[in-house]
């Protein structure tokens, strides 16, 4: 079992940057890949970036390439998305969830989420 607190969301605006942090509990969080999601309103969550269990592998989505990347500590039980460059188009809450696949980027391979923070971009 994972439970998993996401935060580090507010107000930004276009061009800038916020961190998201999402701290995790329990004793098997090194073993998990570790992945963001995104939800905007009116839309369905979408797959934002992940992290291999070892944090040597990672992969974003094209929406996102080149501006966020994710990382993670696992002595810290922490899972982190940078941020840069933030656009209006980036609003949304933004949740953190634990898988078994890192390769698999589908919300359903994922088996625990957090609960989710506001990022809201201004123009």
């Known amino acids: 079992q994972v439970q998993l607190v996401a935060s580090g969301g507010g107000l930004a605006q276009a061009g800038g940057s916020l961190r998201l942090s999402c701290a995790a509990s329990g004793r098997t969080f090194s073993r998990y890949a570790m992945g963001w999601f995104r939800q905007a309103p009116g839309k369905e969550r979408e797959f934002v970036a992940a992290?291999?269990?070892?944090?040597?592998?990672?992969y974003v989505a094209d929406s996102v390439k080149g501006r966020f990347t994710i990382s993670r500590d696992n002595a810290k039980n922490t899972v982190y998305l940078q941020m840069n460059s933030l656009k209006p188009e980036d609003t949304a809450v933004y949740y953190c969830a634990a898988g078994n696949y890192y390769g698999d980027y589908r919300v359903r391979s994922y088996d625990y989420w957090g609960q989710g923070t506001q990022v809201t971009v201004s123009s």
């Open positions: 992290i291999r269990w070892s944090g040597g592998s990672t």
